[in-house]
């Protein structure tokens, strides 16, 4: 058997591989039906940020899991609940015996049950890493659907690109020509239950979202999501009452549009610039320093 400190040589001795787990951010979502098994029909318009947690992957003799950073500590408890484990073990058996054992080591630097799918964002980060590790990969179809069996936005997650998704969130459309923006991300610390947000949901057919097909530049754009809902917003804020105190904040430094994410209670700010968005996030950290604003660039759609 091995020591622990043979151990931490054989981990040394062998490149590690690093993933980012991006934010996901809804700039729009709208729900727009239910199906027979309780899941709803979403029209969602999703970008990613360039600020996430980060996960690190090596061989190790066995499996390991590690936390660490700003929100590492709310994840500790989970007893082996925790996404990435079940991506990992979900992959491990599509795979065989191709998949040894892994150290796993998650950076949780995004807010937990937040809108901004952190979950989903690290089991799709481990999906990827992992497959880059053991040196092997899925066909597509397969991949998606082990990615949706882990949760609604795990698919567009792994694809970590502005895009449109549809259904439940698996028919996934990539929107290249969606502009870089300026956000800050905000979020007032208490933790929101999706089922929770969707169960108190008024109505279920909403309007679709119809976005012109000729939308050219920012102020385009931020006209175009500016129109457009998340339906989930007046739910999540009967829940939490913050989130109309944290929207107004945004907009009070500046934000030329605000909105929540997901099912929240992170709320966005879209600034001008990014030297704008990170003065107001600045500025915000100075007002409420137990909460959480965090300026940061949407990522290119690469068109
Ligand atoms: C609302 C969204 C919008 O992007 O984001 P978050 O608020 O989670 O970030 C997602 O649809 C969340 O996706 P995800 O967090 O992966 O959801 P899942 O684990 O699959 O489902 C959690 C629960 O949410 C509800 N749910 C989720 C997705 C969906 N299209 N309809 C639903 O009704 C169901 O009650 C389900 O049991
Ligand atoms: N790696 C993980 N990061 C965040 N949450 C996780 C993770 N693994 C499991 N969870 C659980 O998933 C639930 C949703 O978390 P999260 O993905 O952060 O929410 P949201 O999709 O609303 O942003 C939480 O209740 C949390 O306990």
Same mark, same amino acid.
């Given at each position: 058997?091995?020591?622990?400190?043979?151990?931490?040589?054989?981990?040394?001795?062998?490149?590690?591989?690093?993933?980012?787990?991006?934010?996901?951010?809804?700039?729009?979502?709208?729900?727009?039906?239910?199906?027979?098994?309780?899941?709803?029909?979403?029209?969602?318009?999703?970008?990613?940020?360039?600020?996430? /947690?980060?996960? +690190?992957?090596?061989?190790?003799?066995?499996?390991?899991?590690?936390?660490?950073?700003?929100?590492?500590?709310?994840?500790?408890? /989970?007893?082996?609940?925790?996404?990435?484990?079940?991506?990992?073990?979900?992959?491990?058996?599509?795979?065989?015996?191709?998949?040894? #054992?892994?150290?796993?080591?998650?950076?949780?630097?995004?807010?937990?049950?937040?809108?901004?799918?952190?979950?989903?964002?690290?089991?799709?980060?481990?999906?990827?890493?992992?497959?880059?590790?053991?040196?092997?990969?899925?066909?597509?179809?397969?991949?998606?659907?082990?990615?949706?069996?882990?949760? $609604? /936005?795990?698919?567009?997650?792994?694809?970590?690109? #502005?895009?449109?998704?549809?259904?439940?969130?698996?028919?996934?459309? #990539?929107? #290249?020509?969606?502009?870089?923006?300026?956000?800050?991300?905000?979020?007032?610390?208490?933790?929101?239950?999706?089922?929770?947000?969707?169960?108190?949901?008024?109505?279920?057919?909403?309007?679709?979202?119809?976005?012109?097909?000729?939308?050219?530049?920012?102020? +385009?754009?931020?006209?175009?999501?500016?129109?457009?809902?998340?339906?989930?917003?007046?739910?999540?804020?009967?829940?939490?009452?913050?989130?109309?105190?944290?929207?107004?904040?945004?907009?009070?430094?500046?934000?030329?549009?605000?909105?929540?994410?997901?099912?929240?209670?992170?709320?966005?700010?879209?600034?001008?610039?990014?030297?704008?968005?990170?003065?107001? $996030?600045?500025?915000?950290?100075?007002?409420?320093? +137990?909460?959480?604003?965090?300026?940061?660039?949407?990522?290119?759609?690469?068109?």
């Amino acid at each position: 058997m091995m020591s622990s400190e043979n151990r931490s040589d054989f981990s040394a001795s062998c490149s590690s591989i690093s993933e980012e787990a991006r934010a996901k951010i809804n700039l729009a979502l709208h729900v727009t039906g239910q199906r027979p098994d309780g899941y709803h029909l979403l029209d969602m318009l999703v970008t990613f940020a360039d600020h996430g /947690d980060r996960l +690190d992957f090596m061989p190790s003799p066995t499996d390991e899991f590690t936390l660490s950073g700003r929100f590492g500590e709310t994840l500790a408890g /989970d007893g082996g609940t925790n996404l990435v484990l079940k991506a990992r073990d979900l992959l491990r058996e599509a795979i065989g015996p191709l998949a040894f #054992p892994v150290r796993i080591q998650l950076e949780k630097n995004l807010p937990v049950a937040s809108g901004i799918g952190g979950g989903s964002a690290d089991a799709a980060a481990t999906l990827r890493g992992l497959m880059r590790l053991w040196g092997t990969s899925l066909p597509e179809e397969a991949l998606a659907a082990l990615a949706l069996k882990l949760g $609604a /936005d795990v698919p567009m997650c792994l694809a970590s690109r #502005p895009l449109i998704a549809r259904g439940i969130g698996e028919k996934i459309e #990539p929107v #290249p020509e969606l502009p870089v923006l300026a956000m800050v991300l905000a979020n007032p610390l208490k933790g929101v239950s999706t089922p929770e947000v969707f169960r108190r949901l008024a109505t279920k057919n909403n309007p679709t979202l119809r976005l012109a097909p000729s939308l050219r530049g920012t102020a +385009d754009w931020l006209a175009a999501i500016g129109a457009a809902r998340n339906d989930l917003e007046p739910p999540a804020g009967e829940m939490v009452p913050e989130i109309a105190v944290i929207s107004a904040m945004l907009q009070a430094h500046g934000a030329l549009l605000t909105r929540m994410s997901g099912s929240g209670a992170t709320c966005f700010g879209i600034f001008a610039t990014m030297a704008a968005a990170e003065d107001a $996030a600045a500025a915000l950290h100075d007002e409420r320093s +137990d909460w959480y604003f965090q300026a940061t660039e949407t990522v290119s759609g690469g068109a």
